[in-house]
């Protein structure tokens, strides 16, 4: 899964850059109808639609490419999208009454193997320009071309050459994408805890409509989690020990929730805690299955009991949600502490 969005992140990075080149490239093929022309000595009736039929399916892909993002079904687009040039090109040989120069034009071929590599997964571009070899081999059999060795002595080293720069691509790639990943988690990642911060919110929620960008067809719940007293927590073992306590309540969260929730921090020793696709009465006993254990665990300081309010997102602004769970918070403050109360909607 790992490698899926690393690929996914190349192709992304390289989209645009790839649509031109089948663009250019397209357009570029065509564009030799005017040495067919220079070849015959008249108007090459017999390649003008070898040389141009390239442009439909050219057209289809700037319709796909443009609804389509996944590298699985885009990348492979866009090489048959260059065997297929190649294979117009072969098309257009067959009828030219010399055949001596196809040999610079299949080392021209080269380049665009090498231009769509760059989006490309490794394996996949290796495997698609490998192909170019036989289709030199296939068309030979009915092109016969004058220099066939001499094409195989020069493509052969172009296709190793290329597919060996393509893995060091992928490879300085990788680097960068490493570093991205880091910048990312640095912007959202609380750095004393390891939780999540407020900007994590940004990924997760569409901020036009404030909607959580979660499965609305299932229920969603949110709690807010505070130690109790922390205060005295810091006051009386300073504020190293009060950091520890609060990297312990992170911790302990974690041990209880599901990969696909998250703790963010909301305030000093406020968390918020995004459980998607999680029903209100199983919230409620993951919440009560965190308080258990803060208040019996031993967390290397002193004993703290945390209070927790929880609320059900009900797919709008989650803002809302947000403030049902405070409400419900303030609610286990002032009835004592060290307990968890859901919010009660007064209308319903």
């Not at 999208?81 to 072969?90: E, K, N, P």
């Not at 007293?229 to 041990?255: C, E, M, P, R, S």
Request: hydrophobic share 45%.
């Amino acid at each position: 899964m790992e490698k899926q969005f690393f690929y996914q992140s190349k192709y992304d990075y390289y989209r645009e850059f790839n649509r031109w080149v089948v663009v250019v490239a397209s357009l570029a093929s065509v564009t030799y109808f005017v040495s067919d022309c220079q070849l015959f000595g008249r108007f090459a009736w017999e390649t003008l639609l070898p040389r141009t039929f390239i442009l439909l399916p050219m057209l289809l892909f700037l319709l796909v490419s443009r609804k389509v993002t996944d590298y699985r079904i885009m990348v492979p687009f866009t090489y048959l999208i260059v065997h297929g040039i190649m294979w117009c090109t072969i098309w257009a040989i067959y009828y030219l009454p010399i055949r001596q120069h196809a040999n610079e034009g299949f080392i021209i071929m080269h380049l665009m193997f090498f231009a769509v590599g760059f989006c490309a997964p490794f394996g996949y571009s290796t495997l698609f320009h490998v192909l170019v070899v036989a289709n030199i081999l296939i068309s030979n059999l009915f092109n016969h071309y004058e220099s066939l060795n001499l094409m195989l002595t020069l493509g052969i080293p172009c296709v190793v050459g290329i597919c060996a720069v393509n893995y060091v691509m992928e490879k300085v790639y990788a680097d960068q994408y490493k570093t991205k990943l880091e910048l990312e988690k640095a912007l959202t990642m609380d750095q004393l805890t390891k939780a999540f911060n407020r900007n994590k919110l940004v990924e997760i929620c569409d901020e036009n409509d404030r909607k959580l960008l979660v499965d609305n067809s299932r229920e969603t719940c949110i709690i807010i989690t505070d130690i109790d007293y922390f205060k005295k927590v810091n006051d009386t073992y300073g504020h190293d020990a009060g950091d520890k306590v609060l990297i312990y309540l992170v911790d302990t969260i974690k041990q209880v929730i599901r990969s696909s929730d998250y703790v963010i921090r909301w305030g000093g020793e406020e968390f918020l805690v995004i459980l998607p696709g999680c029903p209100l009465t199983n919230a409620k006993n993951i919440a009560e299955s965190i308080r258990q254990k803060i208040e019996s665990g031993d967390n290397g300081i002193c004993k703290i009991t945390i209070s927790m309010g929880i609320s059900s997102y009900d797919g709008t602004d989650y803002h809302k949600a947000i403030v049902w769970a405070d409400q419900a918070l303030y609610e286990a403050k002032n009835s004592g502490r060290n307990r968890v109360v859901c919010y009660k909607n007064e209308e319903g």
